[in-house]
DNA sequence: AACCAGTACAACCGCGTCTCA
DNA sequence: GTGAGACGCGGTTGTACTGGT
């Protein structure tokens, strides 16, 4: 247990900021920039190691950061996102817009992770409840077996598979990381035929080293701070209080991220119909329409492969389908305008999706 | 009022990766 | 190619706060 190589150095103070040491700070940084860490606690006055300064600016000082609570929506999303991804926090937190890994990661540990153990029930069911706490787990459950697209109800105990890792070469889709097989076998039970590659989808980019290919404006983002890039790669950031989405295309950090899992069918794919069993019209998917659909609404299952084809544009999905956040200054936008002018849905879904709130 | 347990979250730590001389 | 320093990430700890007794 020794401190940072820069902390060796010098007495350096620790433990809480004052307000004091967040002014300076917050003068340097506004005034020159970070620059190189280790040097910001010397110009800017204070007894603090460079890391200590980093952390604080990045997790506390930061000017975009949102604070506050986190909304059901926020909640919902991080409990997707950390199926999908795992303990990768700061992947989660990149599609959580003003939110720190730290803030997240917090999160997930003091409220989450408790009402998940508490709770007694897979993540899966957890997260249904919380889309649509009318909806019971064996409600969500049963909605599985009525799905037409779906394995039948007699299969559906055969949800283990001993050897994920060769599904997954069916779909062409590498390596996947240890801790994420945990979750195969929720994702993989009712498996569908490998998805094909739409070669010559004009609405595509060219495809991505996967053999992805990539929509263009589906959303339209705007990178607000350069300095908040991901390699080139541009996460939704979104224009502060305006809730408004400007700008460019999505990319995909899958590219330099081995461990980043590509595309697995996901459970809201293979219950909402969308993974590939036929028709050639495009549509939008929400993924939360599943999760609703269940009791009384009357539910139409899309059956194209157009979408979802990796997990960011899952995630995106996911974001897309979240109902504008109360307390958040968006990381979610309305489904409709998230569909772009050449998609229309074409699935009927009654959402009777009751206001929820976060109750941890 | 005092104590205690539980909770939230700020901050620290070690380690892996990256960058550059 | 290599080593040192910087950076970034995830796990863990420490502390302030809150509510119950």
């Not at 940072?4 to 005034?31: F, M």
């Not at 110009?43 to 000082?61: D, E, P, V």
């Not at 730290?102 to 003091?110: A, R, T």
């Amino acid at each position: 247990m020794g401190h940072h190589t820069c902390c060796n150095k010098q007495k350096v103070k620790r433990g809480l900021w004052s307000p004091e040491e967040d002014e300076k700070l917050i003068n340097y940084i506004s005034a020159y920039g970070h620059g190189c860490w280790s040097s910001v606690p010397r110009l800017a006055g204070l007894q603090r190691c460079g890391k200590s300064c980093r952390l604080r600016w990045i997790n506390y000082l930061r000017p975009d950061l949102k604070r506050g609570t986190f909304s059901p929506q926020e909640a919902a999303l991080i409990i997707e996102l950390h199926r999908i991804l795992g303990n990768r926090w700061s992947q989660i937190a990149k599609h959580l817009p003003g939110r720190t890994d730290n803030e997240v990661k917090n999160f997930w540990n003091s409220s989450i992770k408790k009402k998940l153990i508490s709770d007694g029930l897979s993540d899966l069911a957890t997260f249904s409840n919380l889309i649509n706490p009318n909806v019971s787990f064996e409600g969500f459950w049963s909605s599985l077996n009525t799905n037409p697209n779906l394995i039948p109800a007699a299969q559906q105990d055969q949800v283990y598979i001993a050897d994920p890792s060769s599904i997954l070469q069916g779909f062409n889709h590498g390596d996947l990381k240890a801790d994420q097989m945990n979750y195969i076998h929720v994702n993989l039970a009712p498996l569908p035929p490998p998805m094909p590659l739409l070669l010559d989808t004009p609405s595509y980019d060219s495809p991505s080293p996967l053999g992805c290919y990539q929509p263009q404006h589906q959303h339209v983002l705007k990178q607000e701070d350069s300095t908040l890039s991901n390699n080139g790669a541009a996460p939704p950031y979104y224009t502060g209080d305006h809730h408004e989405v400007i700008n460019t295309k999505i990319t995909l950090p899958l590219d330099d991220d081995p461990l980043m899992v590509p595309m697995m069918p996901k459970l809201c794919e293979i219950i909402n119909g969308s993974m590939p069993y036929s028709s050639s019209v495009a549509h939008e998917v929400d993924p939360f329409a599943s999760f609703s659909c269940s009791q009384s609404g009357s539910t139409t299952y899309p059956l194209d492969p157009n979408v979802l084809t990796n997990q960011m544009e899952y995630i995106d999905a996911i974001m897309s389908a979240l109902p504008p956040s109360s307390s958040s200054s968006s990381s979610s936008m309305s489904l409709s305008s998230s569909l772009s002018p050449s998609s229309s849905s074409q699935f009927v879904v009654n959402h009777n999706l009751p206001s929820t709130s976060w109750d941890p």
